[in-house]
């Protein structure tokens, strides 16, 4: 075959998927207004139990009330009535809600099956979620909490406890948390703000946000800003960036054990009565206010500001 029917097939094969990908897109978009309740559960629980949801698709969304039960309700548009089936179990130390599809074929994949969970669960309850293919809402919900999408947004808000979050192709976006967090996406911004706790942010392509009160920080990104807003005692601060600029503010009474590096950028310091050791034009160390904990800023391809506020 020559090079131009190589070329041909090549942009037809493009176009198709094109093309379904828009029609199967338009069809989703309108079906979702067309959602009706699949399955309705609901279970007597106890404290220290866990709630354990695996989808192969949907949305979720837990909230919470002050008794002792879980109840489920499962929405869907007419594809995935069709296509996905649900197990519910319990015993004394969880509950266990499946949603599994059915068929793996390329249509299938592409379907515009559409499919949600509204979860109730009591205010200090244990949390485990997986998903597939959709986002994930949580408010007002204290416990260890391990959140995993595929392919949508995390978002919590008035929540508190341990929490692990990951996501591969979205946002994390975190609203007055209380506790300890570890938040990662390969492919998304991550925000924290109104929070208090330990953090450990990762991003692979996207900027990080901190609005954090006290804690230990730890933030990395191979593509994106870093803007840090803190306003306790220095616990250990540490910012990498990769391809972005590296934005902080902290305390007139912040102390640290610094150092500052930005190779292709610019070191700003505003920060009335800060005395730090210049190695180079991209390169500081030194102490601040006699500080022993470390305050680490390093970006490649951004600029360093630091503020006192």
Known sequence: MSAINYKTN?????????????????ENHAEKKNYKL????????????????????????????????????????S?????????????????????????RSIFNWFSSASLKYEITVPYNFNTQISTSGGD?????????????TSGGDIYLKNSGGMLEARTSGGDIKL?????????????GDIDANHSTGNIEARTSGGDISLGIKSGKISARTSGGDISLSYKGKNKGIELYSSGGDIN???????????????TGGDIILKFPGITLHKISNQYYTGKINSGTEPFILKTIGGDVLITGK
């Open 79 to 103: 594809k995935a009535e069709k296509m996905f089936s649900f197990e519910f179990d319990s015993n004394e130390k969880r509950v266990y809600i499946q949603g599994k599809k059915h068929g």
């Open 248 to 262: 902080v503010k902290v305390p007139q009474n912040f102390s640290a054990d610094t150092e500052i590096k930005s």
């Open 10 to 26: 090549g942009l037809l094969f493009l176009i198709l998927i094109s093309f379904f990908l828009t029609l199967f897109s338009v």
């Open 136 to 148: 994930v809402n949580v408010l007002s919900l204290e416990g260890e909490l391990s959140i995993n």
């Open 38 to 77: 699949l399955k309705e559960k609901s279970f007597q629980v106890n404290p220290g139990m866990m709630l354990v949801l695996e989808s192969d698709g949907g949305d979720v969304e837990v909230t919470t009330w002050d008794k002792n039960s879980v109840h489920v309700k499962i929405f869907g548009n």
């Open 175 to 187: 609203n007055y948390f209380d506790g300890e967090m570890k938040l990662a996406t390969s492919g």
